[in-house]
Nanobody
Framework: QVQLVESGGGLLQAGGSLRLSCAATGTIVSINAMGWYRQALGNERELVATITSGGSTNFADSVKGRFTISRDNAKNTVYLQMNSLKPEDTAVYYC???????????????WGQGTQVTVSS
């Protein structure tokens, strides 16, 4: 059974920084893309950033230049470094990973439980 365990959310003031972590645990053959999504109250879930197994990254326009994404393949962990945070970054942040397990012929997408990030003005 695969789980994504997130940590690092919290409450902080605008302009501050925060780092989110997400570790994939369980019986894993390989991990393809990993990423972060967020959902603000009353809004749909939206992409924040993704990173491929080779290290290629993609960011939402709203976070470009402020957020960075990285991964440690040896630890099956993805990180989201968030700088210059704004009140509009307030949301529940969800980790996502496309993971190949021994029991399925194709990789499957998994989601973390979500971690709250609240930025006050």
């Amino acid at each position: 059974q695969v789980q994504l365990v997130e940590s690092g959310g919290g409450l902080l003031q605008a302009g501050g920084s925060l780092r989110l972590s997400c570790a994939a645990t369980g019986t894993i053959v390989s991990i393809n893309a990993m990423g972060w999504y967020r959902q603000a109250l009353g809004n749909e879930r939206e992409l924040v950033a993704t990173i491929t197994s080779g290290g290629s990254t993609n960011f939402a326009d709203s976070v470009k230049g402020r957020f960075t994404i990285s991964r440690d393949n040896a630890k099956n962990t993805v990180y989201l470094q968030m700088n210059s945070l704004k009140p509009e970054d307030t949301a529940v942040y969800y980790c996502n990973a496309v993971i190949k397990t021994p029991w399925l012929t194709a990789p499957n997408a998994y989601w973390g439980q979500g971690t709250q990030v609240t930025v006050s003005s």
